[in-house]
């Protein structure tokens, strides 16, 4: 090609088309528009290629830019999600392997198994883990006395019942002492497990006592009515669903419900007459479910002392020497418990618990 050639050739000389002019160029060929004077045919398809070629190049660039942000992203949350595990691992090792009670295992001290919360199958109170705490206390020898360390409103009456039974079993056994200590509350189903110590020990504003039964519900049926709602229950038993919110409660069946709450709490006050004894004064106050400041409960025999677990310490070792063997919970498995719990709450299904409870309304 000649000089006077290139000189003519736009491709080689003419002005460079940005890609906004390529695609005006390129829609204009569409349209059967003629090209631009002094430009063939052949060089416009060349500008056009070289057009597409710089879009395809972006698109390229913007999915391999993509790709990267989230290969980041998924590097990201595998990291996170190690961090997680590796955290959730170290704190169930330190738990079960490294975690130092507040006095040296081979020294003499108390056992304390802590009752904290609501009494339930369900919540770290439960019976399981309570008396797993006071058998390992229990069969260890520098332990001078097991300390069952109080602050909850009651629960379960089974789960209180078990607790209660394991407890007179280790005392009846006359190894060493099993002592009750009542932080802040120690009311309904919580003092039903306390009763079953050698001694309870309270601080003298503590709340003890609440020696009842309690089912507490809702009447909704005037309620429904007015909405224009229409309850549909289907029972095989005519008194199958005599509890339903929805529904009235016959005469008979309110009569009878209220012997089963009377038969459980006759259940409850024999416990507590087991467990206490004649310490116990004579006062017909005692089983009416009223709850009573420590101080109060000390003359009404439902306590033995007025004092705290430190205190206790000192007056039995000469210093406050102590060691938790309350079983460690797996961070795991309390996450699992709480996001079911919640789950079966927003989906309506009934937990499987007692309607009936020793505990605080």
Same mark, same amino acid.
């Given at each position: 090609?000649?000089?006077?050639?290139?000189?003519?050739?736009?491709?080689?000389?003419?002005?460079?088309?940005?890609?906004?002019?390529?695609?005006?160029?390129?829609?204009?060929?569409?349209?059967?528009?003629?090209?631009?004077?002094?430009?063939?045919?052949?060089?416009?398809?060349?500008?056009?290629?070289?057009?597409?070629?710089?879009?395809?190049?972006?698109?390229?660039?913007?999915?391999?830019?993509?790709?990267?942000?989230?290969?980041?992203?998924?590097?990201?949350?595998?990291?996170?999600?190690?961090?997680?595990?590796?955290?959730?691992?170290?704190?169930?090792?330190?738990?079960?392997?490294?975690?130092?009670?507040?006095?040296?295992?081979?020294?003499?001290?108390?056992?304390?198994?802590?009752?904290?919360?609501?009494?339930?199958?369900?919540?770290?109170?439960?019976?399981?883990?309570?008396?797993?705490?006071?058998? *390992?206390?229990?069969?260890?020898?520098? %332990?001078? =006395? #097991? /300390?069952?360390? !109080?602050?909850?409103? &009651?629960?379960?009456? @089974?789960?209180?019942?078990?607790?209660?039974?394991?407890?007179?079993?280790? *005392?009846?056994?006359?190894?060493?002492? %099993?002592? =009750? #200590? /009542?932080?802040? !509350?120690?009311?309904? &189903?919580?003092?039903? @497990?306390?009763?079953?110590?050698?001694?309870?020990?309270?601080?003298?504003?503590?709340?003890?006592?609440?020696?009842? %039964?309690?089912?507490?519900?809702?009447?909704?049926?005037?309620?429904?009515?007015?909405?224009?709602?229409?309850?549909?229950?289907?029972?095989?038993?005519?008194?199958?669903?005599?509890?339903?919110?929805?529904?009235?409660?016959?005469?008979?069946?309110?009569?009878?419900?209220?012997?089963?709450?009377?038969?459980?709490?006759?259940?409850?006050?024999?416990?507590?007459?087991?467990?206490?004894?004649?310490?116990?004064?004579?006062?017909?106050?005692?089983?009416?479910?009223?709850?009573?400041?420590?101080?109060?409960?000390?003359?009404?025999?439902?306590?033995?002392?007025?004092?705290?677990?430190?205190?206790?310490?000192?007056?039995?070792?000469?210093?406050?020497?102590?060691?938790?063997?309350?079983?460690?919970?797996?961070?795991?498995?309390?996450?699992?418990?709480?996001?079911?719990?919640?789950?079966?709450?927003?989906?309506?299904?009934?937990?499987?618990?007692?309607?009936?409870?020793?505990?605080?309304?």
């Amino acid at each position: 090609m000649s000089d006077d050639d290139k000189h003519g050739d736009r491709w080689t000389s003419g002005p460079e088309l940005t890609p906004e002019q390529a695609r005006r160029e390129r829609e204009g060929q569409h349209t059967d528009q003629p090209p631009p004077p002094g430009e063939d045919a052949e060089t416009l398809r060349e500008r056009q290629r070289l057009a597409q070629l710089e879009m395809m190049d972006r698109w390229v660039g913007g999915v391999l830019a993509e790709q990267r942000r989230s290969r980041r992203w998924k590097l990201f949350f595998r990291f996170f999600f190690a961090l997680l595990i590796l955290a959730s691992l170290s704190t169930t090792l330190y738990g079960l392997f490294g975690a130092p009670g507040s006095g040296p295992p081979d020294r003499p001290h108390l056992g304390v198994v802590e009752l904290k919360g609501v009494i339930d199958s369900d919540s770290p109170a439960s019976a399981e883990r309570i008396i797993e705490g006071l058998e *390992r206390a229990w069969n260890v020898e520098e %332990v001078e =006395a #097991v /300390v069952l360390h !109080i602050n909850s409103p &009651g629960g379960s009456p @089974v789960q209180s019942q078990r607790i209660f039974e394991a407890v007179m079993r280790l *005392r009846e056994s006359g190894d060493k002492p %099993v002592l =009750a #200590v /009542v932080e802040d !509350i120690g009311a309904s &189903g919580a003092y039903y @497990v306390a009763a079953a110590a050698d001694e309870i020990i309270a601080a003298p504003a503590s709340l003890v006592g609440s020696i009842g %039964v309690v089912h507490a519900g809702f009447g909704f049926e005037e309620a429904i009515g007015r909405l224009g709602v229409e309850r549909r229950v289907f029972t095989a038993g005519e008194n199958k669903a005599f509890l339903d919110p929805f529904s009235d409660i016959a005469p008979a069946q309110r009569e009878f419900w209220q012997s089963v709450l009377e038969n459980t709490h006759e259940q409850f006050i024999a416990a507590v007459r087991k467990g206490r004894g004649e310490r116990l004064v004579d006062d017909e106050r005692l089983f009416s479910g009223l709850i009573w400041s420590g101080e109060q409960a000390l003359e009404l025999g439902l306590v033995d002392e007025l004092d705290s677990l430190d205190g206790v310490a000192r007056a039995r070792l000469g210093e406050a020497r102590t060691r938790d063997y309350t079983p460690r919970l797996d961070p795991f498995e309390r996450i699992s418990r709480q996001f079911g719990r919640v789950a079966m709450e927003w989906l309506g299904v009934p937990r499987g618990e007692s309607p009936v409870r020793y505990q605080l309304p």
